[in-house]
């Protein structure tokens, strides 16, 4: 079974900085694709970034990483340059390849960190 | 373009009743999937539909049930009310490709009280 462990319930980071947020995994699929969403306190989900099991380099989208570790199954994300409007919760979720190979789009989603940005 | 949208927002029932939660997917999105995320948590998968079909299915209850129509919308019917069942129901949309990085679509969800 998928499984999707993020460590910190929360972090604080100062505008301007650098932020990590860690997430480990566990699978037996070979072929997999992980996920980073941001959820403000509105309760929508909005997707930030992506990364697959195949790709060789990791993937960034604007300010945001990932810093994906296949072979310890870790998969961070890193906000550079924090904004106050970066303040919410994040998730880290996996897609596995589902029934004949081909996903049909269930997530399996971790605990969640609140990132707090302060001015 | 809309992107996915839920109905109601808010929903106040009372223990024993049933909840029919709806969602409509972004235009040409054929699979649909339902969350529940309970305070303080991330997520729970509950169902995923394809072209009308149950593709997956979380570990809940058989009180939940849901079905998608020919034109990709979905329900989400819960019964027999439980204060647990208490939380926030998150809809995704996504497009059903061989790839692994096909993005799910989250709607602003319904938040569901149990009293």
């Known amino acids: 079974a998928q499984k999707i462990t993020q460590t910190q319930p929360g972090m604080f980071v100062q505008e301007k900085e650098a932020v990590t947020l860690d997430c480990t995994y566990d699978?037996?699929?070979?072929?997999?694709?992980l996920f980073w969403y941001k959820q403000p306190s509105s309760g929508e989900m909005i997707f930030l970034i992506y990364?697959?099991?195949?790709?060789?380099q990791n993937a960034t989208e604007g300010r945001y990483s990932l810093n994906f570790q296949k072979a310890r199954k870790s998969a961070n994300l890193v906000i550079s340059a924090s904004q106050l409007g970066d303040s919410a919760m994040y998730f880290c979720?996996?897609?596995?390849?589902?029934?004949?190979?081909?996903?049909?789009?269930?997530?399996?989603f971790g605990q969640g960190t609140i990132l707090t940005v302060h001015p | 373009d809309a992107g996915v949208t839920q109905s109601p927002t808010h929903l106040i029932k009372t223990r024993g009743q049933q909840v029919t939660l709806r969602c409509s997917p972004i235009?040409?999105?054929?699979?649909v999937s339902w969350y529940q995320q309970v305070l303080g948590q991330g997520p729970q998968f509950i169902f995923q539909?394809?072209?009308?079909?149950?593709?997956g299915r979380g570990n809940f209850p058989d009180r939940f049930s849901a079905r998608q129509f020919p034109n990709y919308s979905s329900e989400l019917n819960v019964n027999a009310l439980l204060l647990g069942d208490s939380a926030l129901y998150l809809c995704?949309?996504?497009?059903?490709?061989?790839?692994?990085?096909?993005?799910?679509?989250f709607g602003q969800g319904t938040r569901l009280t149990v009293v």
């Open positions: 699978t037996s699929d070979p072929s997999y694709g």
């Open positions: 990364q697959g099991s195949y790709d060789q």
């Open positions: 235009s040409g999105h054929k699979s």
């Open positions: 995704a949309s996504s497009l059903v490709s061989d790839y692994m990085n096909t993005e799910a679509f």
């Open positions: 979720a996996m897609r596995d390849e589902g029934a004949g190979g081909t996903s049909y789009g269930k997530l399996t």
């Open positions: 539909y394809y072209e009308k079909e149950e593709r």
